[in-house]
């Protein structure tokens, strides 16, 4: 009988993409499946997890405070925004607002606001002593040029499975900022790869993430008896930005996870 990982495995292999994908019991922290969990792949809006944690880590220690006001200035302006257009506002919000969009909706706007807010240096630092060794900021969202020229953000499913775990057991930020952190990776409105094909009114706190080839999810599926981390990342693929191939990629792997998990088989 094949397990788990080899099910999943036929299924990547039989896509023309390269994937990797992480899945984690926390309430052991034992794998549940691991494919190339370590890859460094481009992160994309993945990255916005890491954002936000080092945001927090600043308001815990006094550094910020979520009530401040972050101005957008004029390069952090991307035309792809749905909060902060013309007709309605583009001077800003709290930092807090700011947090929030980036997550819920994946504004880029907010997102270089936040980056610029934050700093390059300021958020790798955060990265290493969390201990991701394939995350990295290097550019802003939508910067094209800067891919052009060699720069690029980076992580890998094994580096958000680290995040959300500390987060998830309380080993990061305070009770009240892992609350925040936590309520607005749950009510993330893009669903449609992770939880695609799940009929289930489950809670899952996570962040997508997708360019031209490339489509990513990773959080944590808040089951009662077995919560669990699954993180899949797709690249190299046949998905313009906004073609459902690769999220249906994802929607497969992470139904054949949650079937699994639910059914006592791993």
């Known amino acids: 009988m094949e397990t788990l990982t080899q099910r999943l495995e036929a299924v990547m292999d039989a896509f023309p993409a390269k994937t990797a994908l992480y899945c984690v019991d926390l309430t052991n922290g034992r794998p549940i499946a691991a494919i190339r969990e370590d890859s460094q792949v481009v992160s994309a809006s993945t990255i916005k997890v890491a954002l936000l ?73 955060y990265c290493r002593k969390m201990g991701l060794c394939q995350t990295s900021l290097q550019r802003k969202m939508l910067d094209f040029q800067a891919i052009w020229e060699g720069r690029n953000n980076y992580t890998s499913a094994a580096d958000l499975y680290r995040l959300f775990s500390m987060l998830y057991h309380g080993e990061i930020l305070t009770q009240p900022l892992r609350e925040v952190a936590l309520d607005f990776l749950s009510r993330c409105r893009h669903t449609d790869a992770l939880q695609r094909y799940i009929p289930d ?66």
């Open 53 to 125: 944690c080092c945001a927090l880590q600043d308001v815990m220690e006094g550094k910020l405070s979520l009530q401040q006001f972050v101005p957008i200035c004029h390069g952090d302006y991307c035309d792809d925004t749905e909060v902060f257009e013309p007709t309605y506002r583009q001077d800003g919000a709290s930092l807090w607002e700011m947090l929030y969009w980036m997550i819920v909706s994946s504004d880029n706007t907010a997102t270089n606001s936040v980056i610029s807010l934050l700093g390059y240096d300021h958020v790798n630092d």
């Open 201 to 266: 009114p489950v809670v899952v706190a996570h962040k997508p993430g997708g360019l031209d080839h490339l489509n990513h999810d990773a959080g944590i599926f808040l089951l009662e008896d077995r919560p669990f981390y699954l993180g899949i990342f797709t690249w190299d693929g046949p998905a313009l930005d906004g073609e459902p191939q690769q999220n249906r990629l994802i929607g497969k792997l992470s139904r054949m996870v949650y079937d699994a998990v639910k059914g006592g088989e791993v």
